[in-house]
Nanobody
Framework: QVRLVESGGGLVQAGGSLSLSCVVSGGSFSSYNMAWFRQSPGKERDFVVA???????WYGDSAKGRFTIARQNAKNTVYLQMHKLKPEDTAVYYC???????????????WGQGTQVTVSS
């Protein structure tokens, strides 16, 4: 069974930085396309950024110029570095993976439980 576990969320002031990690177990991480999504209360789950296998990337508008995605296959881990954070970045951030690649949540087969990111003004 494939399991994704996110970590690194927390509270940060506007303008600050935060790094998220997602460790994948029970599957073939190196073959998966990986992505980060986020969801605020009452809103849909929105695409943030994705990284393919190999390392092609696709950044959503909210992430361009501020966020960086990377993967380390030897550690079965995908990372999300977030800089210049804004209050509107506040959300639960989810890691997702699978054989498809794109911006739609339904494309991904596996999901983590999410990690809360809160940006104070």
């Amino acid at each position: 069974q494939v399991r994704l576990v996110e970590s690194g969320g927390g509270l940060v002031q506007a303008g600050g930085s935060l790094s998220l990690s997602c460790v994948v177990s029970g599957g073939s991480f190196s073959s998966y396309n990986m992505a980060w999504f986020r969801q605020s209360p009452g809103k849909e789950r929105d695409f943030v950024v994705a990284i393919s296998s190999p390392d092609g990337t696709w950044y959503g508008d909210s992430a361009k110029g501020r966020f960086t995605i990377a993967r380390q296959n030897a550690k079965n881990t995908v990372y999300l570095q977030m800089h210049k954070l804004k209050p509107e970045d506040t959300a639960v951030y989810y890691c997702a993976g699978g054989q498809s690649f794109g911006v739609t949540p339904s494309l991904y087969d596996y999901w983590g439980q999410g990690t809360q990111v809160t940006v104070s003004s």
